[in-house]
């Protein structure tokens, strides 16, 4: 263990998860171009390909043994945990599982239109939904699982990055501060790992978390370029492919950092530098939206006229509907300090000065309009202020401070911590700031509190996410097999084209009728809860729903009972 943990190869095991994800979008790319499919064997090269670049860039200065190890090791528990936990989102059950089940099941995006029924999966980026689709392929190719447990074992590419993030950071912060003791460090992994927003997503198909995560990896490759690491530059690469094809402002936001970046070049007078990486950033930045994301920028722009459509250049309004009444007429700053006093459902300032509510303590979850970061992040800031200001905080901390709370307010919705996930990385550079220019006093004092808000802070969404998960896993597999006992199944599937795209996986046959149609006293949700949103609803025969009630009624972590339509109605 204690091998595993020297610097080099922590940046190392690192590098690898970040370029097998990176390599297996290029890869995928490389196959639809030569008019070929997504294919089992894309995932498995893909992780070969980084284990041996990363082993070859970095020989001599690391055990090619542990890297391999702790790469392995890492993705198949990325694997297993991806599996064992189900998406139980809105989004991610929609067109996030449309888009990887489409790919993986032939559609070549270089060459045809998107057979999804969504305008979410034919017109936005999808990177990771082509990283996913190719460890479904490889996955199901196994044989040793179900196709559904398959498909949930693509989540792991949210596993992957987020330890790729936690070791690249860790690394870099044990090389800018080799002072740092092993229980700061611990304290300094803690707050990086603890981003609300992140740490529910990782259970979903969501992809909003490889925003703070590919900011902070950007943010740490810099550190390393400045000292001419070769390493560093590829991991940058990396980073910059990867957030180019996740979403649309995910371009927006990587490029405000390269930008960033360049400017603290030209302030040092590393003018050469500059213009070199300004250079490199223009390269990848290219490579990233019209290779490796073809579609949907090319497609995009062929198509609509606009490669960034429907974000811009439609009248396509998805904000309105999205938007509480209590953030209609507020400002961008004014709305941010609200949603952080505000808890889940509730219209206004239910949380001030600390939560009053179960909803500020149960309800924190990976789409939340109001709290997203958790009910203690307000605190958590004020910690991280008090530790910048009292902690001989150096410039360029600073100005990656102030630049990361501009960021925020580019657009109006800093409301919504999904869309500004890179926010947390504000206490994370105090705390870094802190263990590399404070020794005493109250920023001593002070990093310890925020260790534990932290921690304490990302427990409860985390176990939350991990128990509705587990019980959407409970539920839907006894959903599956209730269908598959049922002679007849009718489903109005609402939206969710991957529903039965899933029941034609496990070889199920059904009549796709609209709801009205349906005959209630059979019927069941296919998850969730009545809360306003459309979900399926299922018809099964008499013995595939007497089944399903025997199996669920009795089990509180199922609450059948809530997902049945005519109970909820009631």
Sequence with gaps: MSDFLTTNNLKATGAALLMTVAITLALAWLLFFARLTSNPFVFPAAVAIAIASTALAMRGSIRVVTLILSTLGIIFLALVVSAFFWDNSYDGNTYHQASILWLADGWNPAYEFCPADNIWSRHYAKGLEIIAAQIFKSVSSVGFCSPIYALESSKAVNFI???????????????????????????????????????????????????????????????????????????????????????????????????????????????????????????????????FGYNPYVTNTLSEGNPFYPLLGSDIDIMTNNTPEIYADGGRIGNFVKS?????????????????????????GYDERSMGFGPLFPWILLAALLMLLFGKTPRTVWLIVIATTGATFVFEQAWWARYVAFAWL?????????????????????????????????????TISAVKATATRQYESRLFAAASKSSQL?????????????????G???????????????????????????????????????????????????????????????
């Design 340 to 364: 952080q006093f505000t808890a889940p459902n509730d219209e206004a300032w239910s949380a001030f000065p600390l939560p009053t509510s179960k909803n500020a303590l149960t309800g924190i």
């Design 508 to 570: 199920i046959n059904y009549e796709e009728t609209a709801a009205a149609n349906l005959d209630l006293n059979r019927s069941v949700f296919l998850f969730g809860k009545n809360d306003g949103n459309i979900y399926p609803t299922i018809e099964l025969d008499a013995e595939g729903f007497d089944w399903l009630s025997a199996q669920c009624s009795g089990s509180r972590m199922i609450e059948f009972e809530r997902r049945c339509p005519i109970n909820a109605e009631q």
């Design 426 to 462: 504000i206490p994370v550079m105090a705390a870094i700031s802190a263990n590399a220019y404070a020794r005493r006093g109250i920023v001593v004092r002070l990093k310890a509190v925020i260790y534990a808000l932290a921690l304490i802070g990302a427990a409860g969404p985390v």
């Design 490 to 506: 009718r489903a109005d599937f609402a939206g969710f084209e991957s529903f039965g795209k899933k029941l034609k996986l496990l």
């Design 161 to 291: 990055l987020y330890a790729a993030t936690l070791l690249i950071v860790i690394s870099t912060v044990k090389e800018q501060v080799a002072s740092i003791s092993r229980r700061n460090l611990v304290g300094v992994a803690i707050v990086t790992a603890a981003n609300p927003v992140v740490v529910t997503q990782l259970f979903t198909f969501y992809n909003d978390y490889a925003l703070y995560c590919l900011a902070a990896i950007l943010l740490a490759a810099f550190f390393g370029i400045k000292r001419g690491d070769k390493m560093s530059a590829v991991i940058a690469a990396c980073a910059t492919i990867l957030a180019v094809n996740t979403k649309f402002t995910h371009f927006f936001y990587i490029g405000v950092e390269w930008a960033l970046f360049l400017i603290f070049l030209a302030l040092k007078k590393q003018f050469k530098t500059m213009a070199k990486w300004a250079a490199a950033a223009l390269a990848m930045a290219a490579v990233s939206a019209l290779a």
